[in-house]
């Protein structure tokens, strides 16, 4: 499923996008009398999908040795409503989400550096990779909701 960076960057700008969907909904339904717990629902699927783009776009930003600009402007693309699809599309007409995985030094003969090693090593253990990013996700999306939304 993930067998590519440009397939999980791709899902996880869709869902972002769709996410915003369902956040903008729950503000209509709330602005013209319907319940406030439409905006709790779309506003908290959104909040925990946003910060898994966030996290899925630094993974591949690292993984396709992105510069500093073209990150941030993926990472921040997701605080304009939809704009991580048109982000997405810039970045694969461009190049930037083309190849695979950084799995092994021999396809990349340039990767020695202590941050190479450690991008492999995690990278070759998907599993834990996928359950640290998961819980890193969750554990910021709680203390967010402890602190409550923007502008209290």
Do not use: C
């Amino acid at each position: 499923m993930f067998r590519t960076p440009a397939r999980l960057y791709r899902m996880l700008a869709i869902a972002e996008a769709i996410t915003w969907t369902l956040l903008i909904a729950g503000l209509i339904t709330r602005a013209v009398g319907g319940p406030a717990l439409a905006v709790t629902i779309g506003g908290g699927i959104h909040g925990f999908v946003f910060l898994a783009y966030g996290a899925t776009a630094i993974l591949v930003a690292l993984n396709q040795r992105w510069k500093i600009g073209v990150a941030a402007l993926a990472i921040g693309s997701a605080v304009v409503p939809f704009a991580t699809i048109p982000t997405e599309i810039w970045l694969h007409r461009t190049g930037r989400l083309r190849g695979d995985w950084r799995l092994d030094e021999s396809d990349h003969p340039q990767d020695r550096t202590w941050y190479d090693r450690s991008m492999r090593w995690a990278l070759r253990r998907a599993g834990i990779l996928v359950a640290v990013v998961a819980v890193a996700v969750v554990a910021l999306y709680v203390i967010l909701l402890l602190v409550g939304p923007p502008g209290r």
